[in-house]
T-cell receptor
Framework: RKEVEQDPGPFNVPEGATVAFNCTYS??????FFWYRQDCRKEPKLLMS???SGNEDGRFTAQLNRASQYISLLIRDSKLSDSATYLC???????????FGQGTELSVKP | DADVTQTPRNRITKTGKRIMLECSQT?????MYWYRQDPGLGLRLIYY???????NKGEISDGYSVSRQAQAKFSLSLESAIPNQTALYFC???????????FGNGTRLTVT
């Protein structure tokens, strides 16, 4: 089992759609969780940290389910500019290094 | 100005050549990292450093070496480049173990 595994893509959705990505992790001691966004051939950029209580930033909502060891990212009212690859990142146990998922590609069409 | 700067942005080199990729940061972070990204394989950690005197191997360190010249500078070297080291390389920094990473703008390396 991979340490961090994401939904395979690509996701092709129309503008205005709601889309959700899931990411599972294998280390039950993981404590830090993040979603990054990466545009083609550019550096990953932090989209949001994921907190135990869940958190929301505008159209984006992130949730953590420790019992089932997964995190999710929900994007509402998709925009063309949301087209990118979304990376799930989890630390490898307390104090451990950050492990990246393979990424899920999202394409939002007019 | 970028907080994490990588040079060069693009480099084409021949098999067997020595090459150095440089990273400098103005964020004041102690922790610095080198990753490579390949299609379908995601980001993989090459080396990381938690301070100037601390260097650690990542999951794919073979064929690479690093130097932490100062808190702000972390260089990655390929002593004898080979074609399967063709990839996109990213430097990143963070202030602590549970903080997110801040990435440089990447170096696209091609080994022919």
């Amino acid at each position: 089992r991979k340490e961090v595994e994401q939904d395979p893509g690509p996701f092709n959705v129309p503008e205005g759609a709601t889309v959700a990505f899931n990411c599972t992790y294998s280390n039950s001691a993981s404590q830090s969780f993040f979603w990054y966004r990466q545009d083609c051939r550019k550096e990953p950029k932090l989209l949001m940290s994921v907190y135990s209580s869940g958190n929301e930033d505008g159209r984006f909502t992130a949730q953590l389910n420790r019992a089932s060891q997964y995190i999710s990212l929900l994007i509402r009212d998709s925009k063309l500019s949301d087209s990118a690859t979304y990376l799930c990142v989890v630390n490898k146990g307390q104090g451990g290094k950050l492990i990246f998922g393979q990424g899920t590609e999202l394409s939002v069409k007019p | 100005d970028a907080d994490v700067t990588q040079t060069p942005r693009n480099r084409i080199t021949k098999t067997g050549k020595r090459i150095m990729l440089e990273c400098s940061q103005t964020k004041g972070h102690d922790r610095m990292y080198w990753y490579r990204q390949d299609p379908g394989l995601g980001l993989r950690l090459i080396y990381y450093s938690f301070d100037v005197k601390d260097i650690n191997k990542g999951e794919i360190s073979d064929g690479y070496s690093v130097s932490r010249q100062a808190q702000a500078k972390f260089s990655l070297s390929l002593e004898s480049a080979i074609p399967n080291q063709t990839a996109l390389y990213f430097c990143a920094t963070s202030p602590s173990y549970n903080s997110p990473l801040h990435f440089g703008n990447g170096t696209r390396l091609t080994v022919t």
